[in-house]
């Protein structure tokens, strides 16, 4: 059986609780995008064009203020992912302006599959 004294720590207080989440889940890299007023076709362009560009020029649009915020941020989710070796951004990013390739499943099934006519009924 739970200890309660260990079960108290996951309760909430009535009113306000600095453990109670009231905004919600945090918004996706999309809408926030979509909020500064691009268009899903911008949005799209721009991370094919920064994604084909060279590390340094993907550094030099991160650090200019005067570039656009979606390109800024687009720019510092790729170094990021650059300098950790890793590729999640870019999937991520990429999926999003190309979409995702198609999933196939296949099932093979070796079993008997046995049909009866029971007065103008089919049973399987």
Known sequence: MANNKDLAKYNFKKGFDP??????????????????GYTYGEISSTI???AAMTIDEIKQIAEN???AALERLIAKS???DFSKGSLWNL????SRAIGK???????????????????GKTIL
């Not at 453990?19 to 909020?35: E, F, Q, V």
């Open 48 to 50: 094919l064009n920064i």
């Open 19 to 36: 453990k109670r989440n009231t905004n919600g889940a945090p918004r996706k890299l999309i809408s926030k995008i979509a909020d500064l």
């Open 65 to 67: 203020e005067d570039c």
């Open 91 to 94: 999937e991520t990013i990429i």
């Open 78 to 80: 790729l170094i990021k």
């Open 101 to 119: 390739p198609k999933e196939t499943a296949q099932l093979i099934n070796d079993n008997k599959i046995e049909i009866v006519f029971v007065k």
